[in-house]
Every structure is written in C-alpha cells, then in structure tokens.
C-alpha cells in the first residue's frame, strides 16, 4: 500500500527518483490519480511553501521540490480523465521587457501550480503588446508580472496602461513582483495586487481570483 506520507517527505526533500518510484507504485495500485497529486504531490508542495515563507527552506531548496513534485506530476497527468482535470483559475506569468531574471518568477509559477492554478508562462522579456495579445488568446484570471530591476519595472506600467486601451484590463486581476518592486509602486501603477516572495504571490493569485 502506498505510503503517502513517505511521499510528501519525498517531494519536502526534493528526492525526484524515489517520487517517480512512489507515484509509478501508486499507478499500479489504482490508486485515482486525483488523490495521488492531493494527498501526496500537492500536501508535500504546501509543507515547503510554509517553511520557504519563514524561512526555513530556501530557492534552490524550493527548486529541487518543485521538481520531484512535477517528475510525478508528469506520471499522473495523462491519466487524469477530462471531468478531474479542475484547475482553481488561470494565471498568465512573465518577466517584462527588458529584463531576463526568470528563477523567481519560475519559483511562483511552481508554487502556484501545485496549488492547483493553471500556469502559463510566457518567459522573459515580454512587452507589454505581447503581454495584451496573450490575455485576449488565453482569457486568464490573474495577470503576474515580475521585475528584478529598477530599469525594466516601468514596463509593468505600460503593461497596464495596454490593457486599459484594449478594454481587457475590467476582466483581469493584475498583480506584480520581484526585488525593487514595492506595494506603493503596485498602487501607483494601478495593479490589484503586490506579493514580496513567490509563497505569498501564491496566496495572493487565490485572494485576487476569489474577490
């Protein structure tokens, strides 16, 4: 019987090759694939949330987990039939024009994910054109912005100001974050949201997608 406590510890350790055993083993057992991502994939991703939010995990630390959980992730999705595949809403993610800074925005992206939100995620250097065209093609509930530098962080500006043009901006909930960017810049620039670390943007996206 699959012991999905051994595999929360193993997505918490970050330990892919002993996830893609556990999860293979559980396949095998029919176990549904539901209950394999939320009771072991999804409960090991929410432990190292917690801990990076005070810190006591860190980046790469995060990284490692996020990758074992997605190592199992890639075992049971396919077997999702189309009524389980439930997504809590849809995030639109990317790095503005500019800038090439990608391990925390990937870092959100992970975290959001394994809490159950559909990702995606555009890269870096994104301008704010392409930012409008991606939010028409895709339809998604929150917009996620990220800047690391002081030079590039204007770009969410015009970002919004693209999408007040093109009437999309009333359907969206945008929200912005990286290093230099702050709650009074968010405010000023028009954004629904500020989060100063990846757990909390994640916590954030759920707040924004809920009001």
Do not use: C, Y
């Amino acid at each position: 019987m699959v012991n999905f406590k051994k595999m929360t510890e193993a997505v918490i350790n970050g330990n892919e090759e002993l996830i893609v055993d556990i999860t293979e083993e559980a396949v095998d057992e029919g176990i549904k694939p539901n209950e394999i991502i939320e009771k072991g994939l999804i409960n090991g991703m929410n432990v190292v949330g917690k801990r990076f939010k005070v810190g006591d995990m860190f980046v790469p630390e995060v990284l490692m987990s996020a990758k074992a959980m997605k190592a199992g992730m890639n075992i049971v999705k396919p077997l999702l039939i189309e009524s389980e595949r439930h997504s809590s809403g849809k995030v639109l993610l990317g790095t503005v024009s500019g800038d090439l800074h990608d391990i925390g925005k990937n870092l959100v992206g992970m975290l959001m994910e394994s809490g159950g939100l559909e990702i995606i995620n555009l890269g870096t250097d994104i301008d704010s054109a392409e930012f409008a065209e991606k939010v028409k093609k895709h339809n998604p509930d929150v917009l996620a912005m990220s800047a690391l530098l002081t030079t590039t962080m204007l770009s969410m500006r015009d970002t919004i100001e693209v999408l007040e043009e093109e009437g999309l901006r009333d359907d969206i909930k945008v929200m912005v974050g990286g290093a230099p960017v702050t709650q009074e810049f968010a405010d000023e620039i028009g954004a629904d949201g500020w989060a100063p670390d990846a757990a909390s943007a994640k916590d954030l996206a759920f707040d924004l997608i809920k009001k």
